[in-house]
């Protein structure tokens, strides 16, 4: 499946929906509207992005805090 529901992707992130909205709405993590009702969907290679920008930040900030 190339694109996700929201709701798919609160899931995979094992977070509430409200969460992954307010990661859209900042642009945090890349979604499009499609269809009559607007529906978004973000793309699997985008959700796969976002995870290992994480992973970064998190790796950064543990030897930050190593250094400190």
Do not use: C
Not at 16 to 43: D, T, Y
């Amino acid at each position: 499946m190339r694109f996700l529901r929201l709701e798919d992707v609160a899931e995979e992130l094992n977070v509430k929906l409200p969460q992954v909205r307010a990661l859209v709405k900042s642009g945090e993590l890349p979604a499009i509207q499609i269809g009559g009702r607007g529906m978004w969907r973000v793309e699997r290679v985008e959700l796969e992005n976002y995870i290992q920008q994480r992973y970064a930040q998190t790796r950064e900030e543990i030897a930050n805090d190593a250094q400190s």
